[in-house]
């Protein structure tokens, strides 16, 4: 599982020119899953991002968690973060997992969010989605998951 994290100031997903999903301050995480991903994945990763402590706190060191912060979640599928561009100039996404199966991880994924975290907006998987956002600092890191 590749979780692209954004610290946003705001952020918001919209599918066909109707809005999905919009927050305030908090993280937008772009989901990618790959074949061997399974649920303790899915609740390993979103622990994770809850724990992460990469707000400022009132020294301007970046040691707050969205929870501290009293931050939102975005979360927006993203297969394409599986692309292989090593050959050629067109990418694979055979680590990409079927859709059937990281369909039912990004769902748990959203159960598991909505769980722990006071709100969470969303994309539509699959779908056409256009995104709009305002990184802070910018801040962006990529969480790996075994």
């Not at 931050?71 to 292989?84: H, I, K, P, W």
């Amino acid at each position: 599982m590749k979780c692209l994290i954004q610290r946003v100031l705001l952020a918001s997903v919209s599918v066909n020119g109707a809005c999905t999903g919009a927050i305030e301050r908090g993280f937008l995480v772009f989901l990618g899953i790959t074949h061997t991903d399974t649920e303790q994945t899915v609740e390993k990763a979103a622990e994770k991002i809850r724990k992460l402590r990469i707000f400022e706190d009132e020294n301007g060191k970046t040691n707050l968690s969205i929870e501290d912060v009293h931050g939102e979640l975005l979360v927006v599928s993203q297969f394409t973060l599986y692309a292989d561009c090593r050959r050629g100039n067109r990418p694979g996404f055979e680590q990409a997992a079927a859709a059937a199966h990281a369909n039912r991880l990004y769902e748990h994924f959203l159960s598991v969010c909505e769980e722990r975290f006071a709100k969470v907006a969303h994309g539509i998987f699959g779908a056409d989605m256009k995104v709009s956002l305002t990184n802070d600092g910018p801040f962006t890191i990529m969480l790996e998951m075994d």
